[in-house]
Each structure stands twice: as structure tokens, then as C-alpha cells.
């Protein structure tokens, strides 16, 4: 089975997020989205409702699961057989910062290797930062996010 963990924050999923997975199902037998809990880092929504919204929004995809995790990505790989790491790379900063931690998963994740897809122009933008920046600010982000989750984002708990 070719699994792959697709790890992030997901704070909140947006439509670049589900692009990259859409993309990526016909490469893998499984793919398994994984929240990543940090306790140094403060997300705007919590663990709870960021699980709620991916189980939502990939309902329908049978090769999908949703998961969180503590602690190393590499470890979390190796409990869950998965062979391979999904990320997205959207410019060069992403590209500086992936290079570094695809190096290190290789080394200390026993060769899980890091497949990368460089996301469409039009999903290249996209980030949960500026999603919660915008939100912050009280500004639209109907096109960033997908339509079941919108109407609950202005709701921070
Ligand atoms: P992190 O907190 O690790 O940055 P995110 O939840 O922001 O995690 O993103 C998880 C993954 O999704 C990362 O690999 C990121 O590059 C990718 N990603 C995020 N937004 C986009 C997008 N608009 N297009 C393609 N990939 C994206």
C-alpha cells in the first residue's frame, strides 16, 4: 500500500489545500491528512473544529482519512506505515523552507521521501494565514475556502 501523510495545520482548510489532494489521490493507495498539534503554536480554530471541517470537505473521497498527531512528522509516518510525505510548494520561500525539512524527514523518518506538486497559479496566493487575516479583518474569503465551511469561520471557538 502506498500510503502518504499530508501534514499541516489546516487553520482553516482553504480550496488550495483540496486542490493538492485532488491531485495527489490518483498517486496513492491512501492518503492521510494529519493535523499536526504544536503547543507553542496558537491556532485560530481549534483542533476540534479544524478535524470537523476536513472530515466535511473530503466526506466523499474514499482514499481520504483525517487524523491529528503529536510530536514528529516522521514518527507519525512510521506509526501509521505511510511511506511518503504529500507537501505543496506555491514559491520559493516554500521551496527554501521544504527543502530543509524533506532532508531531514529522509534521515530521521528511516527514507520516507517528500513528493511535491507545485500548486496551480490561481491557488498559488492562498494561504490559512491570509484566510485568517482576511477573517480578522472582517473581509470575503468565499473564494479561498470551500462553501461548507464558510458560513462557520466568522465564529472563532
Ligand atoms: P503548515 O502549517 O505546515 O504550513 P498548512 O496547513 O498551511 O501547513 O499547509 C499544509 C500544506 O498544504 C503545505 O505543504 C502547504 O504548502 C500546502 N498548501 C497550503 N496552501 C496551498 C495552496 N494554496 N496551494 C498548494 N499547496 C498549499
Known sequence: MKIAVFPGSF????VGHIDLIKRALPMFDKIIIAIGV??????LYTLERRLIWLR??????????ID?????TASYCKKREAG???RGL???????????????????????????????PQYSFISST????IIRGKGDVSRFV??????ELSDFN
Not at 11 to 14: G, K, N, R, S
Not at 146 to 151: L, T
Open 56 to 65: 466535511r470537505v473530503f466526506e466523499n473521497f474514499k482514499n481520504v482519512e
Open 130 to 133: 491570509i484566510v485568517r487575516e
Open 84 to 86: 511518503y510525505l504529500l
Open 38 to 43: 504544536n503547543s507553542q503554536k496558537k491556532s
Open 90 to 120: 506555491r514559491n520559493g520561500s516554500d521551496f527554501d523552507y521544504e527543502k530543509t525539512i524533506s532532508q531531514l524527514n529522509y534521515i530521521i523518518g528511516g527514507e520516507i521521501d517528500t513528493v511535491f506538486l507545485i500548486s496551480q
Open 68 to 72: 491529528s498527531f503529536e510530536g514528529l
Open 11 to 14: 487553520d482553516p482548510v482553504t
Open 146 to 151: 470551500p462553501p461548507s465551511i464558510f458560513e
